[in-house]
């Protein structure tokens, strides 16, 4: 167990929150467990075996809080964010982990510029932070990763 590895995680994710929360976007928790995931062929979510109180369906740990989200913009939120966990099933190894942290986004009538936008000024402002000798992220953000 790396305890500073713990301490400096805890500084990223209370920096992300501060961004968002600058920025007049409301943090949203929604349910990690649904009855039904989101159709995408290349991510499959875990299955979750039903408690007797659950009406005998089984469940799903979700892969994104994607749909969920999308529910809060059509009910009239303008600005959401969420951290939260995330699950994969049949994804391990030295790039992926079965169980993650994830942050998403979105804004009410935002093109993929503004949210490109967003990244750069998240990323800019996580490069600020003091993070000892441990770099996380530097410099400019690299704008040859969204090139077509």
């Given at each position: 167990m790396n305890l500073d590895a713990i301490r400096l995680r805890a500084r990223i994710v209370s920096a992300i929150r501060s961004f968002f929360d600058g920025r007049d976007f409301v943090e949203v928790e929604t349910p990690v467990r649904i009855a039904a995931p989101a159709p995408e062929p290349n991510i499959d979510c875990p299955e979750v075996l039903p408690p007797r109180n659950f009406g005998g369906e089984p469940t799903f740990l979700r892969a994104s809080p994607e749909l969920q989200m999308k529910k809060l913009l059509a009910a009239g939120?303008?600005?959401?964010?969420?951290?939260?966990?995330?699950?994969?099933?049949?994804?391990?190894?030295?790039?992926?982990?079965?169980?993650?942290?994830?942050?998403e986004w979105y804004r009410k009538n935002a093109s993929y510029l503004d949210i490109l936008e967003d990244t750069e000024r998240l990323y800019s402002y996580l490069s600020l932070l003091d993070y000892g000798d441990r770099p996380c992220v530097s410099g400019d953000w690299p704008h040859e990763m969204c090139e077509s």
């Open positions: 939120m303008e600005r959401i964010y969420q951290i939260g966990p995330c699950f994969r099933d049949g994804e391990k190894g030295s790039r992926h982990n079965p169980e993650f942290t994830m942050i």
